[in-house]
T-cell receptor
């Protein structure tokens, strides 16, 4: 079964708006990562947040982590058409080296 | 520019045939992952290696799938015999894991497998 679950499964917004995606996970983690996948391509790493961090920024991306609720959110500000992709959270489970992915959120930015 | 290379990019094969997918991880990375992606199941971790040793292949059907790393520059995923339900995109990813930390995983472009 998947460790992480993204919400919503699909999101469609207008260019320039902000997009927020959420991820919930089940077990204790060392870190949580967000990836982007364009159609027909491999996944590309966006940002990593450690379990002792609460918020992290990278350009137009803002990630938060709430370990008490076992959840994370990814905010993309001032969205662009090029942000259209699927976004996945991935967790590294404590005590294991494997990276487990959620089902992803499919984001569509309408021009 | 360093990247994970997977071959072939596309493979169509008949049920019962053997399929071998290859991956060249990024030089210097010590961890290799194999994932399978389908619409229904999403991204499933099949197996992963650290310093060429298999650490976990519990996600892989043992009766028909096998994963190996003959050397640091090559990882292989083999299906024998293949079945239509194996149709999926198979991704290889590599990363550098130091101590208990895991850094980002770098993904290849995937092998799209169709078993007819």
């Amino acid at each position: 079964s998947q460790q992480g679950e993204e919400d919503p499964q699909a999101l469609s917004i207008q260019e320039g708006e902000n997009a927020t995606m959420n991820c919930s996970y089940k077990t204790s983690i060392n870190n949580l990562q967000w990836y982007r996948q364009n159609s027909g391509r491999g996944l590309v790493h966006l940002i990593l947040i450690r379990s002792n961090e609460r918020e992290k920024h990278s350009g137009r991306l803002r990630v938060t982590l709430d370990t008490s609720k076992k959840s994370s959110s990814l905010l993309i500000t001032a969205s662009r058409a090029a942000d259209t992709a699927s976004y996945f959270c991935a967790t590294k489970i404590q005590g294991a080296q494997k990276l487990v992915f959620g089902q992803g959120t499919r984001l569509t930015i309408n021009p | 520019d360093a990247r994970v290379t997977q071959t072939p990019r596309h493979k169509v094969t008949e049920m019962g045939q053997e399929v071998t997918m290859r991956c060249q991880p990024i030089l210097g990375h010590n961890t290799v992952f194999w994932y399978r992606q389908t619409m229904m199941q999403g991204l499933e971790l099949l197996a992963y290696f650290r310093n060429r040793a298999p650490l976990d292949d519990s996600g892989m059907p043992k009766d028909r799938f096998s994963a190996e790393m003959p050397d640091a520059t090559l990882a292989t995923l083999k299906i024998q015999p293949s079945e239509p339900r194996d149709s999926a995109v198979y991704f290889c990813a590599s990363g550098l894991v130091l101590r208990a930390e895991s850094a980002e995983a770098f993904f290849g472009q995937g092998t799209r497998l169709t078993v007819v």
